[in-house]
Protein backbone atom coordinates (compact mmCIF):
# COMPACT_ATOMS: atom_id res chain seq x y z
CA UNK A 1 0.00 0.00 0.00
CA UNK A 2 1.48 3.15 -1.37
CA UNK A 3 0.76 6.62 0.46
CA UNK A 4 0.91 9.86 -0.75
CA UNK A 5 1.07 12.98 1.27
CA UNK A 6 -0.29 15.99 -0.44
CA UNK A 7 1.15 19.92 -0.66
CA UNK A 8 -1.06 20.99 -3.11
CA UNK A 9 -3.85 20.35 -5.63
CA UNK A 10 -5.15 21.98 -8.84
CA UNK A 11 -5.31 21.50 -12.68
CA UNK A 12 -2.40 22.27 -14.90
CA UNK A 13 -1.95 22.35 -18.05
CA UNK A 14 -5.51 20.84 -18.69
CA UNK A 15 -4.60 18.12 -16.27
CA UNK A 16 -5.86 17.35 -12.43
CA UNK A 17 -2.42 17.53 -10.47
CA UNK A 18 -1.41 17.30 -6.85
CA UNK A 19 2.00 17.98 -5.58
CA UNK A 20 3.39 16.03 -2.63
CA UNK A 21 5.94 13.66 -1.35
CA UNK A 22 5.83 9.95 -1.84
CA UNK A 23 5.42 7.54 0.93
CA UNK A 24 7.34 4.59 1.95
CA UNK A 25 6.61 2.64 -1.03
CA UNK A 26 7.27 3.08 -4.95
CA UNK A 27 4.26 4.84 -6.99
CA UNK A 28 3.94 3.97 -10.38
CA UNK A 29 1.83 5.37 -13.77
CA UNK A 30 -1.24 3.22 -13.49
CA UNK A 31 -1.22 3.18 -9.79
CA UNK A 32 -4.79 3.84 -8.18
CA UNK A 33 -5.47 5.53 -4.78
CA UNK A 34 -8.79 4.72 -3.43
CA UNK A 35 -8.77 6.18 0.10
CA UNK A 36 -8.21 9.95 1.14
CA UNK A 37 -7.23 9.78 4.91
CA UNK A 38 -6.77 12.70 7.59
CA UNK A 39 -4.07 12.43 10.54
CA UNK A 40 -4.36 14.53 12.97
CA UNK A 41 -2.05 17.27 13.46
CA UNK A 42 0.84 17.26 15.84
CA UNK A 43 1.10 19.82 18.55
CA UNK A 44 4.18 18.88 20.57
CA UNK A 45 7.68 17.84 19.95
CA UNK A 46 7.05 14.39 21.15
CA UNK A 47 4.30 13.88 18.25
CA UNK A 48 6.47 13.65 15.67
CA UNK A 49 8.10 10.35 17.24
CA UNK A 50 5.16 8.36 16.64
CA UNK A 51 2.29 8.46 13.86
CA UNK A 52 -0.55 10.50 14.70
CA UNK A 53 -4.40 8.60 14.70
CA UNK A 54 -6.15 8.78 11.88
CA UNK A 55 -8.85 11.18 11.85
CA UNK A 56 -10.79 10.69 9.18
CA UNK A 57 -10.84 8.11 5.72
CA UNK A 58 -13.01 8.57 2.71
CA UNK A 59 -12.68 6.69 -0.51
CA UNK A 60 -11.57 8.32 -3.92
CA UNK A 61 -10.65 7.03 -7.52
CA UNK A 62 -7.97 8.43 -8.56
CA UNK A 63 -5.24 6.78 -11.53
CA UNK A 64 -2.26 7.90 -11.97
CA UNK A 65 -1.44 9.13 -15.54
CA UNK A 66 1.50 11.14 -15.35
CA UNK A 67 4.62 11.50 -12.86
CA UNK A 68 7.06 14.74 -13.32
CA UNK A 69 10.09 15.13 -10.86
CA UNK A 70 13.06 17.27 -11.54
CA UNK A 71 12.57 18.57 -14.92
CA UNK A 72 12.05 14.94 -16.01
CA UNK A 73 8.58 12.13 -16.58
CA UNK A 74 9.05 9.23 -14.87
CA UNK A 75 7.50 5.68 -15.06
CA UNK A 76 8.14 5.51 -10.90
CA UNK A 77 8.17 7.58 -8.36
CA UNK A 78 10.68 5.94 -5.09
CA UNK A 79 9.85 5.98 -1.67
CA UNK A 80 10.29 9.67 -0.01
CA UNK A 81 11.10 11.52 -3.11
CA UNK A 82 8.56 15.02 -4.33
CA UNK A 83 6.62 15.40 -7.20
CA UNK A 84 4.10 16.29 -9.52
CA UNK A 85 1.09 13.68 -10.18
CA UNK A 86 -1.40 13.87 -12.58
CA UNK A 87 -4.23 12.06 -11.78
CA UNK A 88 -7.21 10.82 -13.90
CA UNK A 89 -10.41 11.71 -11.45
CA UNK A 90 -13.14 13.61 -10.80
CA UNK A 91 -12.20 14.31 -6.89
CA UNK A 92 -11.14 17.16 -5.15
CA UNK A 93 -7.99 16.78 -2.47
CA UNK A 94 -6.64 19.63 0.02
CA UNK A 95 -3.22 19.97 1.87
CA UNK A 96 -2.51 17.09 4.31
CA UNK A 97 -4.78 14.40 2.95
CA UNK A 98 -2.72 11.40 2.21
CA UNK A 99 -3.70 9.15 -0.99
CA UNK A 100 -3.56 5.47 -0.25
CA UNK A 101 -4.09 2.83 -2.78
CA UNK A 102 -5.17 -0.51 -2.12
CA UNK A 103 -2.45 -2.47 -3.77
CA UNK A 104 0.78 -3.40 -1.93
CA UNK A 105 3.82 -2.31 -4.87
CA UNK A 106 6.22 -4.94 -6.40
Known amino acids: MAEFFVDHFGPLDGRICVVGRNGDDPIRVGDVFTLV ?49 SLDTTDSYFYDDVLVTSAKPG
Open 37 to 85: RRYAKPSKFEDYIHPMPLESERPTHARVTHLHAYGNEFEQICPGLTCLM
